[in-house]
């Protein structure tokens, strides 16, 4: 019998929760993916019998919460109103372990998370650009409003935070913040976990290396990249022939439109946004040309993009107050401080990593993040919960 359930949205890196855990523990789980109708077809979770699907409306969500009482684990990957809904009618003693995705608070209006928008960002105005905004993720207001009678849920987040029992996360650093807010109940444990084990998240790009020092800026068209503050930065130094490549193509339209405008001001032909989508294969094989890179996010965003560059040996850039920056140092890699390397004194900040700390990081990577690492320590953490009951 099936022991553990997870629930989550249709994302991409859920085939990777499937793969690890029919790695560790074969046949122990079972999968649902909630959609918004009958006629959804999966985008991203890969379709199989181990797949279930359930459609996102209060009737059936209370039927599904009647029927999941067997199960001794329960995984909520991302807390969005699907899943608070689950844990609010759940009643069973079943262990709840809440995956955090970041936006749950950092995109919350109800919750005091830390600033992780840049005061020129503020300044120019542009995160008010940001149509998409937490109480807008699925076309929103009418959508909650018919569905689940709800005109905001923020704080129905928060309430539902509040109940589960572990927090998966790959920062203990970021789990001990949640705490310290008191977002969440005094029980609550931290639950090493990550969707990015090497041999799974890197599948075609393990033999790719960065071939040219063009920079890398940003992973989206949102405002958490503070793109105004970085491109202040690099205006001040002479980026020669280096593009400053841009990632757009997914994200909020009006932020979208403001970044070209301004990337096109301060760098002219130098700034070189990616406005459409790419096939993956693709994508990796343009950035390659990208030696550098600089992700200007406060908070924990874009982790598989920094892991898979870092892999390629690029040279990455974060800010300090960044929850990864402080981790990716504690492991020991190579990685630069936006704050205290970038800048006109340091003559060696758009030299590419020499190949030792290229092989040097590759190295910590497959140490701390390898498939050995990471399953051995999700087995060892699920079978020490198990054991509890």
């Known amino acids: 019998m099936n022991r553990i359930l997870h629930v989550t949205p249709d994302e991409k890196f859920i085939n990777s929760v499937i793969w690890q855990f029919e790695k560790v523990l074969p046949n122990e789980s079972t999968y649902v993916v909630s959609i918004p109708h009958s006629s959804y077809n999966l985008k991203h979770v890969t379709q199989s019998e181990r797949v279930d699907l359930l459609i996102a409306n209060r009737k059936k969500i209370k039927e ?174 002479n980026i020669g022939h280096r593009k400053i490549i841009t990632p757009l193509s997914y994200g909020d339209t009006e932020y979208k439109l403001q970044i070209l405008k301004y990337g096109s001001i301060y760098f002219k032909n130098n700034f070189e946004p990616i406005n459409d989508f790419m096939p993956l294969k693709d994508y990796n094989l343009y950035l390659q040309k990208c030696g550098i890179v600089i992700m200007n996010h406060y908070r924990s965003q874009a982790v598989g993009n920094i892991l898979a560059m870092l892999w390629m040996g690029a040279k990455i850039y974060l800010d300090e107050s960044n929850i990864i ?41 497959m140490e701390v993040i390898g498939e050995k690492s990471v399953l051995e320590s999700l087995k060892n953490q699920i079978e020490a919960i198990l054991n509890e009951y």
């Open 64 to 237: 599904f919460v009647k029927n999941i009482d067997n199960y001794s684990l329960i995984f909520l990957h991302g807390m969005d109103i699907v899943n608070a809904q689950i844990i609010l009618n759940y009643r069973g003693k079943g262990k709840i372990i809440w995956v955090f995705w970041g936006w749950e608070i950092y995109d919350n209006p109800q919750a005091e998370a830390s600033n992780v928008i840049g005061n020129l960002t503020k300044k120019k105005g542009l995160h008010k650009k940001e149509k998409k905004t937490f109480d807008k993720k699925i076309k929103e207001i009418l959508y909650y409003l018919l569905c689940f009678r709800l005109f905001s849920y923020g704080s129905l987040i928060l309430k539902a935070i509040k109940r589960v029992n572990y927090v998966g996360l790959l920062s203990k650093q970021e789990f001990d913040f949640l705490v310290k807010k008191k977002y969440l109940n005094p029980n609550a444990r931290f639950f090493s976990y990550t969707y990015y084990p090497i041999e799974f998240i890197f599948k075609g790009i393990e033999l790719l290396n960065v071939t040219s020092d063009n920079i890398l800026l940003g992973n989206s068209a949102s405002a958490t990249n503070n793109h105004i503050e970085a491109f202040e930065i690099l205006h001040k130094f």
């Open 325 to 365: 920056y402080n981790l990716l140092k504690s492991w020991g890699l190579r990685v630069f401080s936006i704050n205290k390397d970038l800048t006109e004194i340091n003559i060696e900040k758009f030299d590419l990593l020499t190949e030792t700390d290229r092989l040097h990081n590759r190295r910590i990577l």
